[in-house]
């Protein structure tokens, strides 16, 4: 079975130009939205990533057309084949799980598989499942054969609130609540930045959906959507990814277009640090500026330090002076890089924070905690990283240990990196042009 990895030589300086795709967390979910609608949805600035991919395959089973140019994406749903997901695609991508909502919305029915993807903690679909419950759904999970069954005799609009912040949750309830009958009101709704690009697509297509206040969305239900065309915002977990390549690594990196990008939290923990940034009119430039200081950070839903950016924030620190302290407040087990810092001479502490208020502190389900998992580290620089052979844990930390690749003594092995290409678009490729000395290469 060929494995491939990444080699990669520490030590060179990264400068240039880099652009940055769609972020993945809006084209997916984009997707999904594409299929309320028997009409045309063209969607631009894609990223062409395995998630992707995996998500156009699933389309086509269900009976859409989807063609590919470039970075521009064109659907068709004019009929759904039937209104079940195939097991082996949704094992591979969470959002496959958002399909739910407009099976329910033109076919009356919908046959999910339990969602898949990064093995974050557990994950919880509950958030959907009763949410959706609450529109005249009925809704039972088969044990037997692993999916969940979902039938209905019409939608019908629902005044809900989540117990705790959920970007799917929110998104599929909105791709619900668009055909439904009445208005619906989502409070405690998710605030990320995502899903404005998914409401935006939503209503270039004729829904009626709206932020009327905090954390709160009000959908009036239309009876049919049309065609659209839209453009997907910018990823701002890549724009933070090679930002953090540029300034570790002594160098200096214009990412076009990332002022666009929702980017705010992470340039207001990064001025912290005396790092160099510029924003111009065409991209942000990041730079090397001297000595690093450390910084505290906990993540949070938005508009708080964004969970994905935590990973790469942790090989940040490993350059800066003091001790700085992590916080993973989103998900339960999200520190599986910090043993492969370690394990490259970085000096990492996980820990337990004494919590007076886990219940509100932790966006996670209590009940899916357990004794072994970490949600804190310490972390102690400056330290200088040295070479090591690494398994990717999932797309973020898999970034994160190319990252600390870049600056580490000698060459260092990266197996794994089918899960960062889920993520990242031609990743090694970008940091080539960048000077990086990375190659992509099979082993037996």
């Known amino acids: 079975m060929n494995m491939e990895k990444f080699v990669i030589k520490g030590g060179r300086k990264l400068k240039g130009t880099v652009g940055v795709f769609g972020a993945k967390n ?16 063209i969607i631009h600035n894609v990223p ?12 086509k089973e269900l009976g859409a057309r989807v063609s590919f140019n470039d970075h521009t994406m064109t659907i068709q749903m004019k009929k759904f084949a039937h209104s079940s997901i195939p097991l082996d695609k949704a094992a591979l991508v969470r959002a496959s799980s958002m399909f739910l909502a407009p099976l329910l919305a033109r076919t009356g029915e919908a046959i999910i598989p339990n969602p898949g993807g990064c093995r974050l903690g557990a994950r919880p679909i509950d958030r959907i499942v009763n949410g959706i419950r609450k529109m005249n759904v009925k809704i039972t999970y088969h044990s037997g054969d692993g999916y969940f069954h979902a039938k209905t005799t019409g939608l019908k609009a629902v005044n809900y609130r ?4 959920t970007h799917t949750g929110t998104e599929t309830m909105i791709l619900a609540a668009v055909l439904a009958k009445g208005t619906t009101v989502l409070n405690n709704a998710a605030e990320e930045p995502e899903i404005d690009d998914v409401i ?42 090679f930002a953090i390549a540029a300034i570790i690594t002594g160098g200096d990196i214009l990412i076009k277009n990332a002022h666009l990008a929702k980017i705010e939290p992470f340039l ?54 003091g001790q700085s302290t992590i916080h993973e407040t989103v998900f339960e087990s999200k520190l599986g890089y910090v043993e492969d810092l370690g394990r490259m001479g970085a000096k990492v502490e996980l820990f337990n924070p004494n919590v007076s208020n886990p219940e509100k502190v932790y966006n996670f389900n209590l009940s899916d905690d357990k004794p072994e998992y970490y949600h804190a580290v310490k972390i102690t620089g400056p330290t200088p990283l040295h070479n090591a052979v690494m398994e990717t844990f999932d797309i ?13 003594q000698d060459t260092s092995t990266i197996f794994g990196i089918e899960k960062l290409d889920r993520g990242y678009e031609d990743f090694e490729k970008r940091l080539q042009k960048l000077g990086a000395d990375i190659q992509r290469t099979d082993e037996e």
Request: charged share 20%; net charge positive.
């Open 396 to 408: 973020r930390a898999g970034a994160a240990v190319v990252l600390a690749a870049l600056i580490a």
């Open 26 to 41: 809006a084209a997916l979910k984009a997707l999904v939205a594409a299929c309320l609608t028997d009409q045309k949805v």
């Open 48 to 59: 062409l990533i395995t998630d992707l991919i995996v998500m156009a395959d699933i389309l």
């Open 200 to 241: 935006s697509l939503l209503n270039a297509m004729g829904a009626r959906v709206m932020r009327t206040a905090a954390r709160q969305i009000t959908i009036i239900g239309v009876k049919k959507l049309n065609g659209a065309e839209f453009r997907i915002s910018p990823d701002r977990i890549e724009v933070v990814t």
């Open 162 to 165: 989540f117990l705790k912040s």
């Open 268 to 321: 207001q923990k990064l001025k912290k640090t005396g790092a160099g940034y510029e924003i111009k009119d065409n991209g942000v430039r990041f730079y090397a500026n001297g000595t690093l200081k450390a910084v505290d950070i906990t993540t949070g839903v938005h508009p708080g330090f964004l969970t994905d950016w935590q990973a790469l924030w942790g090989v940040l620190m490993t350059q800066a002076k």
